[in-house]
Structures are given as structure tokens and as C-alpha cells.
């Protein structure tokens, strides 16, 4: 019973951060991709890949910092597709996320 209780608290906080990653207020949505490249979960993935496209710097920039967090080769393409963000800063942190998903890549090889 305590598995099954733990198991539903953590569904319903992913369930919970990814609402928000559609919430008008950036600083909430930035915190949710925090909460979700925290959490782990693979399912976090194809949403933290959409915030990407994301209008405000930050959030693309947190984003791109989450899925190299992560680590899931599935990011690599759409990070590749969005490293000429206008802003240098979130260059950079593509361009970080890409190194540590290609490292991870080479440690589980």
C-alpha cells in the first residue's frame, strides 16, 4: 500500500509540472522544467523538448539545461534544430546539453 501511495504522489506532482509548463507566468513554467529534469522521469522528455520553442529566453534556456540533465538521446535532434536561438547564452546551454546527452551516450556504451 505505501509503494502504490508513493507512485500516485509522484504522478500526480508530474502531472502537477507539467500543467504548469503551460502557465502565462515564465518563472512558474521555468520552475516546473526545474521540477521535472529533477524528477527523473523520461516522460518529461517530449514536453521539456516543446519548451524548447518556449517564447521567453529563460524558459528555452532552463529547458535546454533539463534535457542535458536528463540525458535522453531523444533531445539531441530538436536541441540541434533550435542551437541558433538569438541569444548567446542559450547557445551555450544547447550547445552543454548536447555534450553531457553524447557523454552519457559513451558511458552506457
Given at each position: 500500500?505505501?509503494d502504490?501511495?508513493?507512485c500516485?504522489?509522484a504522478?500526480?506532482r508530474?502531472a502537477?509540472?507539467?500543467?504548469m509548463?503551460?502557465?502565462?507566468n515564465?518563472g512558474?513554467?521555468?520552475?516546473a522544467i526545474?521540477?521535472?529534469?529533477?524528477s527523473?522521469?523520461?516522460?518529461?522528455?517530449e514536453?521539456?523538448i516543446?519548451?524548447?520553442?518556449d517564447d521567453?529566453?529563460?524558459?528555452?534556456?532552463?529547458?535546454?539545461?533539463?534535457?542535458?540533465?536528463l540525458?535522453?538521446?531523444?533531445a539531441?535532434?530538436?536541441?540541434?534544430?533550435?542551437?541558433?536561438?538569438?541569444l548567446?547564452g542559450?547557445?551555450e546551454m544547447?550547445r552543454?546539453?548536447?555534450e553531457?546527452?553524447?557523454?552519457?551516450?559513451a558511458?552506457?556504451?
Amino acid at each position: 500500500m505505501n509503494d502504490d501511495m508513493e507512485c500516485s504522489k509522484a504522478e500526480e506532482r508530474l502531472a502537477y509540472f507539467l500543467r504548469m509548463l503551460n502557465d502565462e507566468n515564465p518563472g512558474k513554467r521555468w520552475k516546473a522544467i526545474e521540477s521535472l529534469a529533477r524528477s527523473g522521469d523520461e516522460r518529461a522528455v517530449e514536453p521539456l523538448i516543446s519548451a524548447l520553442k518556449d517564447d521567453d529566453w529563460r524558459v528555452r534556456q532552463k529547458s535546454a539545461w533539463a534535457l542535458g540533465y536528463l540525458g535522453d538521446p531523444r533531445a539531441l535532434v530538436p536541441l540541434r534544430h533550435v542551437l541558433r536561438d538569438d541569444l548567446e547564452g542559450v547557445q551555450e546551454m544547447i550547445r552543454e546539453a548536447i555534450e553531457m546527452i553524447q557523454k552519457k551516450m559513451a558511458e552506457e556504451s
